[in-house]
């Protein structure tokens, strides 16, 4: 693939950088090691009988588990996309695509993105940045991304901190409600709002699912930084800079899902950013979340094999089931009304 636009080479820096440089944040967390499950010795429970199966956004999933959005563009993210669209396809996963603006701008390049020929079962979530539409994208463009990748949903994701630190960034974020308001009226799918690893406030959340958002993914701080990764492609000193001064910016995971979950006991939600195992998956789903997030873990298996992927889905599977075993609970359900999970003293 030849001729590669800025947003086509920025994407294949993206996973680049991802994988080779430090870009986790680290130094405050997801928020979840001040909560510990209690260990229930006495189960009674047959381990075999155990259903990890949910309902998001009234479809059935097997596994709460979800690969987040990353990728699309290029060659590189091409296989990367269908590599994990195959094991979403075996093990019944949702999942998201890349931000899809360059489909848009080179619509010859929308095979980098599309996944349906390997995955025509899962609940498929196209992604778009919100800010696009003060740049030119209507719903009717949304609509169209859509309609190229058969998808289930749009994600619109919110990421100001990045377009900041971003050399070649899109920083009008003005009147951007109204225009959602619009997206969510008119479009015929769900419209999920959704961070890129900074968090959802409260007051934030209000004003999306005012606006007609119909779920939340708070991509939370404590995974991986987007403040690093544009400090990592920065043009200049000052860009390199103010991304390192933001490396640890954010509402950690944790706290958006508590606090959200608290106040919207109905709103579908998502948990994601810096989510690495099953047991931060099953903490997260005891806090309110009703499907978790992963997107560094996934980028690297990816890059190794779809064996590799399919391994990480088996372990998390089983770090879900045995949490639900050792707290006493044969689903979901029960997990997340049992108030097995305290704040450490
Ligand atoms: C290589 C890469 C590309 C990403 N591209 C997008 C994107 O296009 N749209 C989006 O909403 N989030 C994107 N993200 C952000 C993730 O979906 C996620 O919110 C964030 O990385 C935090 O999750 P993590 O800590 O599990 O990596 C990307 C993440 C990675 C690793």
């Given at each position: 693939?030849?001729?590669?636009?800025?947003?086509?080479?920025?994407?294949?820096?993206?996973?680049?950088?991802?994988?080779?440089?430090?870009?986790?944040?680290?130094?405050?967390?997801?928020?979840?090691?001040?909560?510990?499950?209690?260990?229930?010795?006495?189960?009674?429970?047959?381990?075999?009988?155990?259903?990890?199966?949910?309902?998001?956004?009234?479809?059935?999933?097997?596994?709460?588990?979800?690969?987040?959005?990353?990728?699309?563009?290029?060659?590189?993210?091409?296989?990367?996309?269908?590599?994990?669209?195959?094991?979403?396809?075996?093990?019944?996963?949702?999942?998201?695509?890349?931000?899809?603006?360059?489909?848009?701008?080179?619509?010859?390049?929308?095979?980098?993105?599309?996944?349906?020929?390997?995955?025509?079962?899962?609940?498929?979530?196209?992604?778009?940045?919100?800010?696009?539409?003060?740049?030119?994208?209507?719903?009717?463009?949304?609509?169209?991304?859509?309609?190229?990748?058969?998808?289930?949903?749009?994600?619109?994701?919110?990421?100001?901190?990045?377009?900041?630190?971003?050399?070649?960034?899109?920083?009008?974020?003005?009147?951007?409600?109204?225009?959602?308001?619009?997206?969510?009226?008119?479009?015929?799918?769900?419209?999920?709002?959704?961070?890129?690893?900074?968090?959802?406030?409260?007051?934030?959340?209000?004003?999306?699912?005012?606006?007609?958002?119909?779920?939340?993914?708070?991509?939370?701080?404590?995974?991986?930084?987007?403040?690093?990764?544009?400090?990592?492609?920065?043009?200049?000193?000052?860009?390199?800079?103010?991304?390192?001064?933001f490396a640890n910016w954010g509402?950690?995971?944790?706290?958006?899902?508590?606090?959200?979950?608290?106040?919207?006991?109905?709103?579908?939600?998502?948990?994601?950013?810096?989510?690495?195992?099953?047991?931060?998956?099953?903490?997260?789903?005891?806090?309110?979340?009703?499907?978790?997030?992963?997107?560094?873990?996934?980028?690297?298996?990816?890059?190794?094999?779809?064996?590799?992927i399919e391994e990480l889905v088996?372990?998390?599977?089983?770090?879900?089931?045995?949490?639900?075993?050792?707290?006493?609970?044969?689903?979901?359900?029960?997990?997340?009304?049992?108030?097995?999970?305290?704040?450490?003293?």
């Amino acid at each position: 693939m030849v001729n590669l636009t800025e947003t086509q080479s920025r994407k294949d820096d993206h996973i680049r950088i991802c994988l080779d440089e430090k870009v986790q944040v680290n130094q405050i967390t997801n928020g979840l090691e001040k909560y510990q499950f209690t260990h229930v010795c006495l189960p009674e429970l047959d381990y075999q009988e155990i259903d990890i199966n949910t309902t998001f956004l009234n479809r059935q999933l097997n596994t709460p588990l979800l690969i987040s959005s990353m990728t699309g563009g290029t060659e590189n993210a091409q296989l990367i996309n269908q590599r994990l669209a195959r094991i979403a396809q075996k093990y019944g996963l949702p999942m998201g695509i890349g931000s899809g603006r360059v489909i848009i701008e080179k619509p010859e390049i929308a095979s980098t993105f599309q996944v349906r020929d390997n995955a025509p079962d899962i609940m498929l979530l196209a992604n778009l940045g919100a800010v696009q539409l003060n740049y030119g994208y209507n719903w009717q463009e949304c609509l169209k991304l859509v309609e190229i990748l058969e998808a289930d949903a749009l994600i619109l994701h919110f990421n100001p901190l990045q377009e900041c630190i971003q050399p070649e960034g899109d920083t009008n974020f003005k009147d951007l409600l109204t225009k959602i308001e619009q997206v969510c009226d008119k479009l015929p799918i769900p419209v999920i709002a959704k961070e890129v690893g900074n968090g959802i406030s409260v007051k934030m959340a209000e004003k999306l699912i005012n606006a007609g958002i119909q779920a939340i993914d708070v991509a939370g701080m404590g995974g991986t930084s987007w403040a690093m990764v544009e400090s990592e492609r920065a043009k200049n000193p000052l860009q390199k800079e103010l991304g390192k001064t933001f490396a640890n910016w954010g509402i950690p995971t944790a706290d958006c899902v508590r606090d959200i979950r608290q106040q919207y006991s109905e709103i579908p939600l998502i948990a994601s950013g810096g989510i690495r195992n099953g047991l931060e998956v099953a903490k997260m789903l005891a806090l309110g979340a009703d499907v978790v997030g992963l997107a560094y873990p996934f980028l690297k298996t990816a890059m190794t094999s779809e064996e590799a992927i399919e391994e990480l889905v088996k372990l998390i599977i089983a770090e879900i089931k045995t949490v639900l075993f050792c707290t006493g609970n044969k689903n979901i359900n029960s997990l997340k009304t049992s108030q097995n999970l305290t704040i450490n003293n």
